[in-house]
């Protein structure tokens, strides 16, 4: 009878073993992302995914055209199918940014970008793909749709907060390659409806952080999706890369149009628009474009950091929104220098390659 019961035994431990086994084939890269999620200070994580977060395959089934489809994608894939949302939405508000592109002193090129909108909690995301180039972006968490005021703590919400990969507002690729979407001046949603794989906003964002090297290489992979905008508001991007080119990229009437420009706010850079939006948008448009001028296109990371200071929420005395974050990137040395909520005197360092 003891005979017996070992032998059981040895076969309920192998058995677990087999299971276990094939719960961490499934799950194991999300479970190590989900450890991986690190607290930084009062609203601000960070997290790194190395390996499959289904991007691939979300692009192969077509993409998603809202953010609701994307978001029933998204859970979809972090439950491997074992659950299956009736509807799901992600949520997102209304809000603005600044971006400034300049040659460094030092040789290559920086970016400088303002997110700005009401207190959120936010997410710093490294991902290093299979099949795709490794990058640093930013999410509001805000933007994933759970409860008000969510946060990543806990197994069960850091685990959920993978989701923010789908959701980058900004980034820069190993390459070099930054990208940041900005709100432009009105509420004319995209919505293009041909036979192409659809995509919303952010998804484009990772889009390109994962597979373009170069501004080039980024609008041919845009044109090769239908974009759908984001909570029906109007977005706009700049992309820029290390070989010094920077654009702006709208959507008017359904039609994709790429403007060469240093500086982004939140008016329409494009004709039949061009100027259309807000008063401040233009103050600061004003403002990065004088500094920059006036450093003769050249500046140290120091100076953008002030000239992002500058037309940051809280030197444009906006006591609603603030500057969430600031984000300094280096596009030769692969680095970003981030900024937490106007704290100006302290910054998060991230090099990627290392």
């Known amino acids: 009878m003891k005979k017996g019961i070992k032998v059981m ?46 991007f691939e395959t979300y692009l192969a089934q077509g993409g998603a055209s809202s953010d609701s489809e994307m978001a029933n994608y998204i ?8 659950y299956t949302p009736e509807e799901s939405d992600i949520h997102t508000a209304e809000y603005g940014c ?22 959120c909690n936010a997410m710093i995301v490294r991902t290093k793909p299979e099949n795709g180039y490794e990058s640093v972006s930013t999410c509001c968490l805000d933007f994933l749709g759970f409860e008000e ?32 979407d ?33 501004v080039d290489e980024a609008l041919e992979l845009l044109k090769q999706y239908d974009m759908n905008s984001a909570i029906g508001k109007a977005h706009h991007y700049i992309i820029a890369d290390a070989s010094g080119r920077s654009v702006a990229v709208e959507y008017i009437d359904n039609e994709m149009i790429v403007t060469e420009t240093d500086i982004l706010t939140n008016h329409y850079l494009a004709e039949p628009k061009r100027g259309i939006g807000s008063e401040q948008s233009h103050q600061r448009f004003d403002i990065l474009s004088d500094r920059k001028q006036a450093a003769d296109g050249k500046m140290d990371t120091a100076q ?11 030197s444009m005395g906006d006591d609603y929104e603030i500057t969430q974050w600031t984000i300094l990137y280096n596009l030769k040395e692969r680095s970003q220098e981030f900024y937490w909520a106007e704290q100006y005197d302290h910054s998060y360092r991230i090099v990627l390659g290392k």
Not at 18 to 26: K, L, N, P
Not at 106 to 113: E, F, K, N, P, S
Not at 184 to 205: C, F, I, R, S, W
């Open 9 to 54: 035994l040895i076969i309920l431990a192998a058995v677990l073993v087999f299971v276990a086994a094939g719960v961490w084939m499934m799950f194991g890269q999300n479970i190590k992302a989900a450890a991986s999620v690190e607290k930084l200070e009062d609203g601000l994580y960070q997290m790194t995914y190395e390996g499959d977060y289904g």
């Open 304 to 314: 953008l950091c002030e000239s992002m200071q500058a037309v940051s929420q809280g």
């Open 182 to 214: 900005l709100m432009a001046g009105d509420d004319e949603t995209t919505h293009q409806n041909t036979e192409k794989p659809d995509l919303t906003t952010t998804a484009a964002v990772r889009l390109i952080l994962d597979h373009a090297a170069t």
């Open 98 to 119: 600044s971006a400034l592109c300049v040659e460094d002193t030092a040789g290559g090129r920086l970016m400088g970008r303002n997110y700005d909108w009401e207190k």
């Open 149 to 180: 005021n969510w946060k990543p703590e806990g197994f069960a919400n850091q685990y959920m907060a993978i989701a923010s990969i789908y959701v980058p507002l900004d980034g820069m690729n190993e390459k070099g390659l930054c990208i940041a």
């Open 75 to 82: 859970i979809s894939f972090l439950s491997h199918g074992f």
